[in-house]
């Protein structure tokens, strides 16, 4: 059944999860924005194949974001979002004694700040409304921990802490928060490792097999939806099993 009424904003919707997640809302007959940073052509590609709404806007960027979202509501001519999505990141990988204050901030700014800012400017809409699905993609190196990607682990960490706070807080007033937690995923972001380090990873996935954006994409769609309209604060992981 097509949720016709329904209207969604991902930030990090030209490609990967984010890519897969405008799709699927898409294709669900959500009304769907998304935010990019820089890609031009690949966030046309997203907007022409699905009839989504592209802003480029860099998440770090507080008063571009705050104006993206305002204006993603006024084109959808709503008083308040459905449903907001923080997926875009970045990862950099390297040993904690190694990495820069620049790379450490860029990651802060990016991962965890650019989510909690995007629900902040969200949120007195949906507060307003008393309704609203806010998903935080973190990942499952936030709750197990992992070496090479300490900084990146820790802005994953974050926004789970986050999530679960937040939802405690705006759930009277009828906004629900959750966070999902991937695993390996066939995307961009996964590029940087060789194929023996994908081939090691997989080995421990009980599901054996590296996810597909598509398969975040389904657990964010129903986070999103009146389907979880009883879940709130909870982290979804979505790994193959990688971490149980
Ligand atoms: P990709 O690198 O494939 O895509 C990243 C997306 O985020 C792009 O749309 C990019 O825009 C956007 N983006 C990056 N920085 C900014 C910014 N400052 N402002 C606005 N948009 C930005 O990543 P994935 O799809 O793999 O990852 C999506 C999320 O999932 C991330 O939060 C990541 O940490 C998380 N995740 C990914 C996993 C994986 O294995 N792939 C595993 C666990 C979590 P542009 O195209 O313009 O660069």
Redo the contacts with the bound molecule.
Sequence with gaps: MLDVSKTVLI????????AAAVKKFAEKGWQVAF?????DR??MEVAEETGALPIR????DRESLKDSIKAARIYFGVPCLDAVVC?????ISGLFTDMTEDQWDLLLR??LE?AMYTAKYALPDMIRNKKGSIIL?S??WGETGGSYEVAYSTT?AALIGFGKSLAKEVGPSGVRVNIVA????D????RMYDEDIIDGLVRDVPLCRIGK?EDVASAICFLADEESAYVTGQVLGVSGGFYI
């Design positions: 930030t990090g919707g030209s490609r990967g999860i984010g935010l990019y940073k820089e890609q690949a966030a806007c860099d998440v770090t997926n875009a990141g970045i990862s990016t991962n650019g993609v990942s499952m994953k991937p695993g390996v995923i995307t961009d972001m996964c954006g």
